[in-house]
């Protein structure tokens, strides 16, 4: 995240990085927001302020036995005191405005980086290797797992969302993948064998989604317990 120090130093700098990506300008408007943000957390340090020296002020003109200076200003502190709560507010409030505006800001891309509007714009700067060629069309590496019944795309959706798989592989293969592993994974293995003593080599053994929808958890009463 951008520091709104840096933005204020570098508008130009920002709004031209964020035109190469297609972005409008931000800076103005974050400008602004932080400004109005320093007014209000100004205001709010100021009426704190006055309202510390008017309580200590109370106790001298109660030594002074000014009564009428005392009463003024304890009328002045509890009215300070009614203030306060909603200017504390408001800057918690425009507090978190700027830090979800800042957070927001698209990265900006170096110097160096072409400019387009699409990836036919990319520029190759190295080829290592040949590239290999196929007497047929090469799919792609889920085509491929969902063909061999190995990754549903559909059941993750269901669980999880889209964008998420649930891997599936047999038990047989999965014996065969720990027995080759290295023994620093020691609690996987271990989750294995005891898999093994459950389940035929017949078996398939499915990793789901880590995530799950909310509707899930109301459906399946968990959701308080998920906090």
């Known amino acids: 995240m951008l520091d709104i120090k840096w933005i204020r130093e570098n508008a130009d700098v920002l709004d031209s990085a964020l ?8 800076s103005a408007s974050l400008i602004a927001l932080d400004e109005r943000r320093r007014t209000i957390l100004q205001s709010l340090q100021d009426m704190q302020s006055r309202r510390n020296a008017a ?19 304890k009328a002045e502190v509890a009215e300070l005191k009614t203030t306060l ?3 504390e507010e408001e800057s918690r409030w425009i507090e978190a405005e700027l830090t979800d505006a800042l957070s927001r800001i698209p990265n900006a891309p170096l110097d160096d980086v072409p400019v387009g509007a699409d990836e036919s714009a990319n520029v190759v700067t190295r080829v290592v290797g040949a590239k ?3 007497n047929h069309k090469p799919l792609e590496h889920f085509e491929i797992g969902e063909a061999l019944g190995l990754m549903d795309f559909e059941g993750a959706a269901r669980i999880a969302g889209s964008r998420f798989t649930i891997l599936k ?8 993948r720990s027995a080759s592993s290295c ?4 609690q996987g293995n271990m989750g294995t064998w005891r898999f093994s003593l459950r389940c035929s080599s017949a078996t398939m053994r499915c990793m789901a989604p880590a995530s799950c929808r909310n509707s899930l958890m109301i459906s399946s009463a968990r959701l308080m317990d998920a906090g």
């Open 19 to 26: 035109a190469k990506r297609g972005a409008g300008p931000l």
């Open 55 to 73: 309580s200590k002020e109370i106790g001298a003109a109660m030594a002074q036995k000014n009564s009428e200076l005392a009463d003024r200003l």
């Open 85 to 87: 709560p909603a200017a």
């Open 132 to 134: 290999p060629t196929w």
């Open 169 to 176: 592989v047999s038990s047989r293969a999965w014996n065969a």
């Open 183 to 186: 023994s620093t994974y020691t």
